[in-house]
């Protein structure tokens, strides 16, 4: 349904009306955000890349052939946008506390920080909020390739067809990095959960 809806406002957009494009902004833009931010140290960057992530789709449109989903287009301009502005400025892509939360306050991690729900402890949101920046960081430790796509599987939900589409990779080379992503966050979480050796979780 969502993809028939973006392929009916990308015709309307290759006909020239650009109230469509605005549509299709605003339905992408936290999204797109929320994927720069897990790229980028400095907050103050992140509307800037995703500003320019839609323009460079709005230019890219009229080729767009409808070959992938137009967010899985749209997620491989952000990428390759958030890379390029990375290497302009000789930063490294890493995250940042306030980068990732200030860029959606959905984050399913960030979610937790401030709820204390009925029949809840403070030690089990303590344990909570421990256990959330825990996988943070872990994820923050990770190469860049790996948190890309961990990123896009378990907080944008792509599938591993539409990851090797965005990351332009075979898709047991996604496979592979999703797998070792997990290991490198489950060995980090062992400690907290108490999980025998050999265990993930």
């Given at each position: 349904m969502s993809a028939d809806a973006d392929a009916l406002l990308i015709e309307r957009v290759k006909r020239g009306d650009q109230k469509a494009f605005e549509l299709l902004v605003i339905k992408y833009q936290r999204k797109i955000e929320r994927l720069i931010a897990r790229m980028v140290r400095d907050t103050d960057l992140i509307q800037d890349i995703a500003q320019e992530t839609f323009i460079r789709a709005y230019r890219a449109l009229p080729q767009f052939r409808g070959e992938s989903a137009f967010y899985t287009w749209l997620y491989r301009i952000a990428v390759n946008t958030a890379k390029k502005t990375l290497v302009e400025l000789k930063r490294d892509p890493l995250v940042t506390e306030s980068a990732r939360f200030s860029a959606d306050d959905e984050d399913e991690t960030s979610r937790v920080e401030n709820e204390l729900s009925d029949g809840e402890t403070p030690e089990a949101v303590l344990a909570s909020k421990e256990i959330a920046a825990t996988v943070n960081a872990a994820i923050e430790a990770l190469s860049d390739d790996l948190r890309q796509a961990i990123t896009l599987r378990e907080i944008e939900g792509l599938s591993y067809e539409e990851i090797a589409d965005?990351?332009?990779?075979?898709?047991?080379?996604?496979?592979?990095?999703?797998?070792?992503?997990?290991?490198?966050?489950?060995e980090r979480l062992r400690p907290l959960l108490d999980t025998p050796d050999g265990k993930r979780w």
């Amino acid at each position: 349904m969502s993809a028939d809806a973006d392929a009916l406002l990308i015709e309307r957009v290759k006909r020239g009306d650009q109230k469509a494009f605005e549509l299709l902004v605003i339905k992408y833009q936290r999204k797109i955000e929320r994927l720069i931010a897990r790229m980028v140290r400095d907050t103050d960057l992140i509307q800037d890349i995703a500003q320019e992530t839609f323009i460079r789709a709005y230019r890219a449109l009229p080729q767009f052939r409808g070959e992938s989903a137009f967010y899985t287009w749209l997620y491989r301009i952000a990428v390759n946008t958030a890379k390029k502005t990375l290497v302009e400025l000789k930063r490294d892509p890493l995250v940042t506390e306030s980068a990732r939360f200030s860029a959606d306050d959905e984050d399913e991690t960030s979610r937790v920080e401030n709820e204390l729900s009925d029949g809840e402890t403070p030690e089990a949101v303590l344990a909570s909020k421990e256990i959330a920046a825990t996988v943070n960081a872990a994820i923050e430790a990770l190469s860049d390739d790996l948190r890309q796509a961990i990123t896009l599987r378990e907080i944008e939900g792509l599938s591993y067809e539409e990851i090797a589409d965005v990351m332009n990779c075979p898709i047991g080379t996604v496979r592979s990095r999703i797998f070792r992503a997990r290991e490198a966050i489950a060995e980090r979480l062992r400690p907290l959960l108490d999980t025998p050796d050999g265990k993930r979780w």
